[in-house]
């Protein structure tokens, strides 16, 4: 009995060091220097052009998703994610995904997974790159924080990068909890029953 409650023990040090670890992160992530960002011209699913900064609303804090598009499998369960999220994170900050597809192939394949958030391509631009999440080698995924200021300039925050055991989707965490973790799962857009 005894060895159990050290066990517990060590286990909630450790849930405790890792929540020490993450503010520490965050902390760190918030020491990058901010840049301006220009205000790209992105196509809503609809295919009307949008301009970035009208992504903001009445907000002045947005979250913009790096989604890779709909080949990407990783991608679509994080998107799935965000959907059950959408209307908690946006009572607090602006919210959008951006995909590099074109806005038929978003709009058509946000409506087949009832995605509940606005999305928009950023197709024919250089968003993704000049964010950090387009190399030569391709796509990345994650999220940028940016900032308008009350003169309407657009400034880069923050950022992640979005991967297998991220605190971004809540299902790594949850299949760490089984015995074999997550081991070789990984998503896909459809399951066979």
């Not at 450790?14 to 960002?37: D, I, S």
């Not at 250089?126 to 387009?134: M, N, R, S, V």
């Amino acid at each position: 009995m005894d060895s159990i409650k050290q066990l517990e023990q060590e286990i909630e040090s450790k849930e405790k060091e890792l929540v020490g670890l993450k503010h520490e992160l965050a902390a760190l992530r918030k020491q990058l220097p901010l840049f301006t960002v220009e205000d790209y011209t992105l196509t809503s699913t609809e295919g009307e052009k949008l301009l970035l900064s009208e992504l903001f609303g009445d907000k002045n804090e947005l979250i913009v998703i790096h989604n890779m598009g709909k080949s990407c499998s990783y991608c679509t369960l994080w998107a799935d994610g965000f959907s059950g999220f959408t209307k908690h994170l946006e009572n607090k900050a602006a919210f959008v995904l951006t995909s590099p597809d074109d806005y038929q192939t978003l709009s058509d394949f946000s409506n087949e997974r009832g995605w509940a958030f606005k999305s928009v391509s950023t197709k024919g631009t250089t968003f993704k790159e000049d964010l950090g999440f387009k190399s030569k080698e391709g796509f990345w995924p994650g999220v940028s924080i940016l900032l308008k200021e009350e003169d309407g300039t657009i400034k880069h925050y923050t950022k992640a990068a979005f991967g297998p055991g991220d605190d971004y989707c809540s299902i790594w965490s949850l299949f760490e909890l089984l015995p074999d973790g997550s081991g070789s799962w990984g998503p896909k857009h459809s399951y066979a029953e």
